[in-house]
């Protein structure tokens, strides 16, 4: 069974930065998309960003396209999420899967806390 575990969460002011970490055990990592989401208290879990398996190509909703980069290493089967100029609304937990644009699995990992605030 595909594991993810997510790391790299944290307290941040407005306009930092983190940078998250999904390792996955299980499956033969480089050969599938992957994505990150989050899921904000009291609100649906929603697609934060997605990237393909060797061009690296990606996708990203509207509110992150320029603030956050998602990547991956294929050698270390770890999924990446550079997050910079963090904004409240980036609060959330943070959730790795595999597939693009859509989660594969309809189980997740523990998730890793981003709480933006002053």
């Known amino acids: 069974q595909v594991q993810f575990v997510e790391s790299g969460g944290g307290l941040v002011q407005p306009g930092g930065s983190l940078r998250l970490s999904c390792a996955v055990s299980g499956g033969t990592f480089s050969n599938y998309a992957m994505s990150w989401y989050r899921q904000a208290p009291e609100k649906e879990r929603e697609l934060v960003a997605s990237i393909i398996t060797t061009t690296g190509n990606a996708y990203y909703r509207d509110s992150v396209k320029g603030r956050f980069t998602i990547s991956r290493d294929n050698a270390e089967n770890t999924l990446f999420l550079q997050m910079n100029s963090l904004k409240p609304e980036d609060t959330a937990v943070y959730y790795c899967?595999?597939?693009?644009?859509?989660?594969?699995?309809?189980?997740w990992g523990q998730g890793t806390q981003v709480t933006v605030s002053s």
């Open positions: 899967n595999r597939g693009w644009r859509f989660p594969h699995y309809t189980y």
